[in-house]
C-alpha cells in the first residue's frame, strides 16, 4: 500500500495545501517519512489522515465558483468503531461546505471495507448540501452492495456510469461535467 499514491495529475492545477480555504492549508508533506498506516500496512506520506486510524483521503480539487470538490479515499471506512462519518463531516466536508461547496465527487476505488453505524450525519450531510450532490465513483462492488444492504445509498448518486468512469482522463472540470450530466439525466428520467 505504500506505493499507492493519492492522484497527482492534477496538482498543477490545484493543491489541498496551498489553499486558504481548505482544512489541510499550510500542511507539509514528507516523500520519505512513511508515517501513517492502514492496519499494519504503511500507506504514501501524501494521504491526509483526518483523525481515523484506517481512512485517510486527499482533496484531489476544490473549484468555489462552480461548487464542486473531488476527494479521493484510502482505507477503511469504519462508522462503526471509529465513527470515521462524523469526522469526515464535521472536520472536513463542513469546512469546505462553508465557503459554498455543495456537489462532491468521492473517489472510492480504493475504500476495502464498509462498516455502518447508522445514517444520522449522512441524512444531516445531504440536507446541508441543498441542492447539490455526492456522487460515488468506482467504489468497489462489496462496497457499495455494503452501503445498499444498510439503506445509504439515497444519499448519494451511483451506480451505472459512475462506476467505472475512467476519471483520471479528465481534467476536474470536465469529470465535473461528465458526472452532473449524468445526475442530470437521472433525474429527468425520474420525473418521466
Same mark, same amino acid.
Given at each position: 500500500?505504500?506505493?499507492l ?23 507539509e ?9 492502514v ?19 486527499? *482533496? +484531489?480539487?476544490?473549484? !468555489? $465558483? ?5 476527494? &479521493? ?5 469504519n @462508522? ?30 480504493? *475504500? +476495502?471495507?464498509f462498516? !455502518? $453505524? ?5 441524512? &444531516? ?5 441543498? @441542492? ?5 465513483l ?12 444498510n ?42
Open positions: 500500500m505504500h506505493s499514491e493519492p492522484h497527482f495529475g492534477w496538482r498543477h492545477l490545484y493543491t489541498a495545501e496551498e489553499d486558504e480555504k481548505s482544512p489541510f492549508f499550510g500542511r508533506y514528507s516523500e520519505f517519512e512513511f508515517t501513517n498506516r492496519y499494519n500496512y504503511v500507506i504514501h506520506p501524501q494521504w491526509d489522515e483526518i483523525g481515523s486510524p484506517t481512512l485517510f483521503i486527499k *482533496i +484531489l480539487y476544490a473549484e !468555489y $465558483d462552480e461548487k464542486f470538490a473531488i476527494l &479521493e479515499l484510502l482505507g477503511e471506512w @462508522d462503526c468503531i471509529h465513527n470515521d462519518i462524523m469526522i469526515f463531516k464535521r472536520d472536513i466536508l463542513e469546512k469546505i461546505m462553508s465557503f459554498g461547496i455543495n456537489k462532491f465527487i468521492i473517489v472510492g476505488e480504493n *475504500i +476495502l471495507n462498516h !455502518y $453505524d447508522g445514517d444520522d450525519y449522512y441524512a &444531516e450531510w445531504k440536507e446541508d448540501i441543498g @441542492d447539490g450532490w455526492i456522487a460515488l468506482n467504489f468497489q462492488p462489496h462496497v457499495l452492495a455494503e452501503l445498499k444492504h439503506a445509504l445509498l439515497g444519499f448519494f448518486e451511483t451506480g451505472g456510469k459512475l462506476n467505472d468512469i475512467g476519471w483520471r482522463t479528465f481534467t476536474p472540470l470536465q469529470l465535473f461535467q461528465v458526472v452532473e450530466m449524468n445526475i442530470k439525466k437521472r433525474i429527468n428520467a425520474q420525473k418521466e
